[in-house]
């Protein structure tokens, strides 16, 4: 026999913005119920630990200054974060062959591609507001599709370089 329970609010995910939803939830005493469909919390913020116990981050790696509310709740409960530092060669997995190189190991128009991806999306993103992108006003356009298509319609990076770039 199955039993359900009547809550208010249903929040569809329990990464870093569901959780923070349940939180300000709970605290306003409003009934509520975290639907999830892996089986662990934490949405893109996920990391293991290899057998000789080295942690490694499997997403969500990067908090930039910028990221005004995510640093907010890392404060509020207390996360710690660490510095990334770039310093040496990058390992490089193409088509399944692990490459380390100080730069992408691209030919040279695959090089000019990748500038010009990076151009295009630096460019892109100063036309999105930080404090309320779903109010930009290709917000739509952008969040129907992924990296990977946004790249491939402009036509603005190689095949070669979209090799190099992790589209998951």
């Known amino acids: 026999m199955s039993s359900y329970q009547e809550v208010e609010v249903v929040i569809i995910g329990a990464g870093f913005a569901g959780l923070a939803a349940a939180f300000e939830l709970k605290k306003q005493n409003i009934s509520f119920v975290v639907l999830e469909a892996r089986n662990r919390p934490g949405g893109r913020v996920y990391s293991i630990k290899t057998a000789d116990g080295v942690t490694i981050d499997m997403g969500a790696q990067w908090i930039d200054k910028d990221h005004h509310r995510i640093n ?29 190189s100080k730069k992408p190991p691209l030919s040279a128009p695959g090089l000019l591609d990748l500038f010009q991806a990076t151009t295009k999306l630096n460019k892109v993103s100063k036309q999105i507001n930080l404090n ?28 070669g370089a979209i090799g190099i770039i992790d589209f998951c």
């Not at 709740?73 to 490459?99: A, E, H, M, R, W």
């Not at 739509?140 to 990076?157: A, N, P, S, V």
Request: with cysteine; glycine share 6%.
């Open 132 to 159: 309320a992108p779903w109010c930009s006003l290709e917000a739509k356009k952008y969040d129907g599709q992924t990296m990977e298509q946004l790249l491939i319609k402009t036509r603005c990076i190689h095949q």
């Open 72 to 100: 907010k709740l890392l404060s509020q409960f207390k996360l710690k974060t660490v510095s990334t530092f770039k310093k040496g060669k990058d390992i490089y997995n193409i088509n399944g062959k692990k490459v380390i």
